[in-house]
Every structure is written in C-alpha cells, then in structure tokens.
C-alpha cells in the first residue's frame, strides 16, 4: 500500500531480496505512469531535501 504526501509516494517493500524489492518499486511507480522512481535507503542518513532535489534536477536534464 502506497501513500503520497508533498508530491512523493511512500510504499511497503514487501518480501524478497533487495533486487527484488528495489526491482518491485520500480515496477510500482512506472506502471502508475511516474516519470521516473527514486530508491532512498536507511542507509543514507545524511542526505539533506538539497541533495535530493539536485538529484531529480540532474536526472530530469536526461
């Protein structure tokens, strides 16, 4: 089950290994006609709003 909240859609990973998750949201988002799918891990904790909104600038320029 996703849900959205400021422009963004947040979703349980279900079962699997990290592939198969990862691959599994991706397949999420473009099937519901998204330009494009952004994988955040928990890994990443220092990552600002700045950082990621420089990614999606960069990533739209193609």
Known sequence: MGYSTHGTSLNQQGGGNLG????RQVRWGLARHYRGVVLLGSDCPGLETTDLRQALQLLNLG
């Open 20 to 23: 198969c998750r990862m691959a």
